[in-house]
């Protein structure tokens, strides 16, 4: 079964730097989409960034293009979202997501696997 665990979430000033890792098993993931969505209280679980494994394409939200980036390691099976230039506005619960596919889709429903989340706030 598949099996994503997120790590690297924290506490940070404004202007800060975070990595965030998702570790991948279960499956071999050539053929998968790699995505992270983020949800903040009270509200709705947005895309933020994600990655076709095959290629390396990528796509960004444009609150975060320019300061995100996401990245895969083949031999890791893990993906990474460094995140630079943190805002308050992107304190939120950030959760990795994967969908067997070749288009890359921002709608939360079309990923089937999910990780439990790792927090991230940014203080001012």
């Known amino acids: 079964q598949v099996q994503l665990v997120e790590s690297g979430g924290g506490l940070v000033q404004a202007g800060d730097s975070l990595r965030l890792s998702c570790a991948a098993s279960?499956?071999?993931?050539?053929?998968?989409?790699m995505a992270w969505f983020r949800q903040a209280p009270g509200k709705e679980r947005d895309f933020v960034a994600g990655?076709?494994?095959?290629?390396?394409?990528?796509y960004y939200a444009d609150s975060v293009k320019g300061r995100f980036t996401i990245s895969r390691d083949n031999a890791k099976n893990t993906v990474y979202l460094q995140m630079n230039s943190l805002k308050p506005e992107d304190t939120a619960v950030y959760y990795c997501?994967?969908?067997?596919?070749?288009?890359?889709?921002?709608?939360?429903?079309?990923?089937?696997?999910w990780g439990q989340g790792t927090q991230v706030t940014v203080s001012s």
């Open positions: 997501a994967a969908t067997p596919a070749v288009t890359l889709t921002t709608t939360p429903k079309r990923y089937g696997y």
């Open positions: 279960g499956r071999t993931f050539s053929s998968y989409i």
């Open positions: 990655i076709r494994w095959s290629d390396g394409r990528t």
